[in-house]
């Protein structure tokens, strides 16, 4: 049973334009959720956060929005730039079993110049 | 620097030859955690170590072990290699073992390969 799911392996867009990451996932008990970004031959490393208190959360171009009834978050990058292809992973944790963290398959964003 | 540092960085190894991959971080984190990740199924838990010698199962622990005992190492031991555990692996660190009060910070992967 994969709790946390990334339904797009790929998305690829224009340079400028927005970028769109879905997220969904199954267990009412998640309440922070987490997306890193990971290039090729590094780990991943951490972009933004949103706890479920909130609906959403920006940072600069990075705006993470967190729907709880549809239990559905997104990524939102505006301008996407040709730096920002990458792997984008989603994760979720609760406090419940908070060393658990647990993460989505990945959609890898190409941004073409 | 801040950073979590994997060794060896890339191994090729035959099935049975015990092996460990050490994780250090530098940055007085309690909680470490090991991952790996295979095409198409992300990023999964191994084990995870809340605190010195506080550790516990992730999803996919089968044929692996772990220990705590400095804060800031965490090696992941195969007793017994086989070939589906050929895959590359994460060792990351959190400030606190409480999920919600910040980011996993991950070292640069330890890609194995078991023939």
């Known amino acids: 049973d994969q709790q946390v799911k990334q339904n797009s392996p790929s998305l690829s867009v224009q340079e400028g334009r927005i970028s769109i990451l879905n997220c969904d996932y199954t267990?009412?008990?998640?309440?922070?959720f987490l997306w890193y970004k990971k290039y090729p031959a590094e780990g991943p490393t951490f972009l933004i956060s949103i706890s479920s208190i909130k609906d959403k959360n920006e940072d600069g171009r990075f705006t993470v929005f967190l729907n709880k009834s549809a239990k559905h978050l997104s990524l939102h990058i505006v301008p996407s730039q040709p730096g920002d292809s990458a792997v984008y992973f989603c994760?979720?944790?609760?406090?419940?079993?908070?060393?658990?963290?647990?993460f989505g398959d990945g959609t890898t964003l190409t941004v073409k110049p | 620097e801040a950073q979590v540092t994997q060794n060896p960085r890339y191994l090729i190894t035959v099935t049975g030859k015990k092996l460990t991959v050490t994780c250090s971080q530098n940055?007085?984190?309690?909680?470490m955690s090991w991952y790996r990740q295979d095409p198409g199924l992300g990023l999964r838990q191994i084990y995870y170590s809340m605190n010195v010698e506080v550790t516990d199962k992730g999803d996919v622990p089968e044929g692996y072990k772990v220990s705590r005992k400095e804060k800031r190492n965490f090696p992941l031991i195969l007793e017994s290699p086989s070939p589906n555990q050929t895959s590359l692996y994460f060792c990351?660190?959190?400030?606190?073992?409480?999920?919600?009060?910040?980011?996993?910070?991950f070292g640069e992967g330890s890609r194995l390969t078991v023939l």
């Open positions: 267990n009412s008990m998640f309440d922070y």
């Open positions: 990351a660190s959190r400030t606190s073992w409480v999920a919600n009060t910040g980011e996993l910070f």
């Open positions: 940055m007085n984190h309690e909680y």
């Open positions: 994760a979720a944790s609760g406090d419940t079993n908070a060393g658990k963290s647990t």
